[in-house]
Each structure stands twice: as C-alpha cells, then as structure tokens.
T-cell receptor, first 117, second 108 residues
C-alpha cells in the first residue's frame, strides 16, 4: 500500500488549497482516508475523513465550513480542500488510511502548505 | 471531544534503558481504541500499537502497550538508537479522532 500526496504549495491568506492523495496497492473504496495536519513544532490534528464507498465525509468541528474532503474512486485518489487560509494553517498535511473505526496504518509522505502574504 | 494528555513532554534516556510514556484520556476510550505512533524528524508517523496493546505489523516486541479506560502506557525496553523520536497517542473511537500532544524521546 502506498499513499502519494501532491507537492508543497505556497498560498496567500484568504485563498484555498487542494491536496491530493493517490492510493495504490489495495482496495480503495472500502477504506477510510483521513487528513491530519501538523503545524511546525506541534502535535497531530485530525481534520476529517471519508470512506469512498459511503461517500459522506466526516469533518472535525474545528474545520467544519472550511474543509472539503472527497474521493474519486475511478482514480483511487482522495482530496482535501481548505479554504479561507490564514497563517495559522501553515502546516504539513498528511493523508492516512484506516478501516472504519481503525488506527491509521498507512500514511502519505506529507504536503507542506505555507500561507504567507 | 476526548482530550488526550501525554506525559512527560520530553524523556531523556540512554540506549539500552527502558522508556515509559503515559497517555491519559479526559473520558474513557471505549473498547480500548487507542493507538501509539512513532514519528521521526521529517517523516510521517508510523503505527506502532493499536487496540491499546496489539503491535502493528513488523513492530518488535520491545514495544509494549498497556492500559484501559482513561490510562494508557507505551513501554520501550532496551532502547536502540533508532527509537529516539516523538511518540503520539491517538483515540479512534470517538470523532474527532484526537491525538495527544506528543512525547519527545531524546538521547541523554
């Protein structure tokens, strides 16, 4: 199993960013794809996730209204879009796979998003 | 949301010693849906322990998870140089699936 994420980006405050996570090596639709971020020098923070075969995402309340998570079963890719970016959103964003109500057993390599004027 | 508090913040030990990390939850973690991850600098986290005490694939038996309810521990015996990293606990039973703030294991 491999999760390969899109590359680093620099964004302006107020803009949006969309990060992709392409999965290979296993059945895509029945697993959950979670998004976790880590600000510089900080801990891990779960943002939300989706099980592609169910289609309905689950968002952390802190990100509700600003994050959109979806998945394309045809390409085995999960996406996370974060809008209204502010400097505090500067972080490494990870996708991580799990079964429903399971630990995160595979992780992408991380995508650094820098929000700067 | 379930708040996980890890202690200590930093642990300074020498290779060959044993390390014990604590993770305390603000409410009971049902069915012990508690995981531990290791994260080395510049890398993604790696799953070590799930279900509070089950080792993930390929994790040596030097890593032992224990606990239930609100109190959990991770013990690493006979520390090796590659064990020095940051360790995170996570509960995955109740959304949002929260993490502790992490404990850094450094070489003394």
């Amino acid at each position: 199993v491999q999760l390969v994420q899109s590359g680093a980006e620099v964004k302006k405050p107020g803009s949006s960013v969309k990060v992709s996570c392409k999965a290979s090596g296993d059945i895509f639709s029945s697993y959950a794809f979670n998004w976790v971020r880590q600000a510089p020098g900080q801990g891990l923070e779960w943002m939300g996730g989706i099980i592609p075969m169910y289609g309905r995402p689950n968002y952390g309340q802190r990100f509700q209204g600003r994050v959109t998570i979806n998945a394309d079963e045809s390409t085995g890719t999960a996406y996370m879009e974060l809008s209204s970016l502010r400097s505090e959103d500067t972080a490494v964003y990870y996708c991580a796979r799990s079964v429903e109500l399971g630990p995160f057993d595979y992780w992408g390599q991380g995508t650094l998003i820098t929000v700067s004027p | 949301e379930i708040v996980l508090t890890q202690s200590p913040g930093t642990l300074s030990l020498s290779p060959g010693e044993s390390a014990t990390f604590s993770c305390r939850a603000s409410e009971s973690v049902s069915s012990n849906y508690l995981a531990w991850y290791q994260q080395k600098r510049g890398q993604a986290p790696r799953l070590l322990i799930f279900g509070a005490s089950s080792r993930a694939t390929g994790i040596p038996d030097r890593f032992t998870g224990r606990g239930s309810g609100t109190d959990f521990t991770l013990t690493i015996s006979r520390l090796e140089p590659e064990d020095f990293a940051v360790y995170h606990c996570q509960q995955y039973i109740s959304s949002p699936y929260t993490f502790g703030q992490g404990t850094k294991l450094e070489i003394k």
